[in-house]
């Protein structure tokens, strides 16, 4: 993986990135903080060596390098899933590439469901813990100490500095910002009604993603904060089927306040 990592960065510092500050990855629906962003380049996924590529149609497939409060910025418009084909080596190399291009900080986004019943659709949650469903891991197979140790602590996932700065945020901002456990499962089939009740009795939000680039943050020493955006209610007593666009829009709709507390943020670090 190292030559890989190599050619990559060195073909992105061909095209100007230079010591990006913060790592920011935008899960489904949540591609419109990049209006935020004033940019200097952005590269098409299939435009970068070895970047996997994108194939759901509603992730844009973009990396974003520019300026945000005054901070540099890399930002992944879209990110890639398990479910997709792809190994988790594969889903967390741009993490890997961030970290060596200089990122100090990573931050993630993904929409979820709602496990904890008095957690409702269109609220936020900052992750404060998580559990992994997925069905690999990416630091499974030989390991490369330059990159990190073959058994990285993960006691505290989530940086609690981080993570404080947020509930500071919210709070001043007036954003509503739950504080919950995410499971990692790994789709795309959404759960059935048994599983939302074994995953609420030990969760409070499921998803498809963002485990796999947290586990390879820690692996680099990179300090990581998540927020879901939670779009659908899980409650397995009264589920309804699930609609795609409906998930999509209330995505959107909550993004405002997540754009607000990740700005803000930014310009505190």
Excluded: W
Excluded at 77 to 95: A, D, I, K, M
């Amino acid at each position: 993986m190292t030559k890989e990592l190599n050619e990559t960065v060195e073909f992105l510092k061909g095209y100007g990135v230079t010591e990006p500050e913060i790592g920011i990855v935008l899960g489904t629906g949540l591609g419109q903080m990049v209006k935020e962003i004033n940019i200097i380049k952005e590269f098409s996924y299939d435009d970068i060596p070895n970047f996997p590529v994108a194939t759901v149609e509603f992730h844009h497939g973009k990396l974003i390098y520019g300026t945000l409060q005054n901070k540099k910025i890399l930002a992944m418009q879209g990110r890639f899933h398990y479910y997709e084909g792809y190994s988790l080596q594969q889903v967390t190399f741009p993490v890997r590439v961030m970290k060596l291009l200089g990122v100090k900080y990573l931050l993630l986004s993904n929409a979820a469901g709602a496990l904890n019943k008095s957690f409702k659709k269109g609220s936020l949650m900052l992750i404060d813990d998580h559990i992994n469903f997925l069905p690999d891991n990416p630091l499974r197979g030989k390991n490369d100490e330059t990159l990190g140790p073959r058994f990285p602590d993960m006691s505290c996932p989530y940086s609690s500095i981080l993570n404080q700065k947020l509930i500071e945020i919210a709070n001043r901002e007036k954003i509503t910002l739950h504080k919950g456990i995410y499971v990692a499962v790994m789709g795309p089939n959404l759960e059935t009604r048994a599983e939302y009740r074994m995953f609420g009795s030990f969760a409070d939000a499921v998803g498809m993603s963002t485990v796999p680039e947290v586990i390879t943050a820690n692996h680099m020493s990179l300090p990581c904060a998540a927020i879901s955006v939670l779009t659908d209610e899980c409650d397995p007593d009264n589920l309804k089927p699930a609609d795609i666009n409906e998930i999509l829009e209330i995505a959107g709709k909550a993004e405002s306040g997540l754009i607000r507390l990740f700005s803000n943020l930014i310009n505190e670090l």
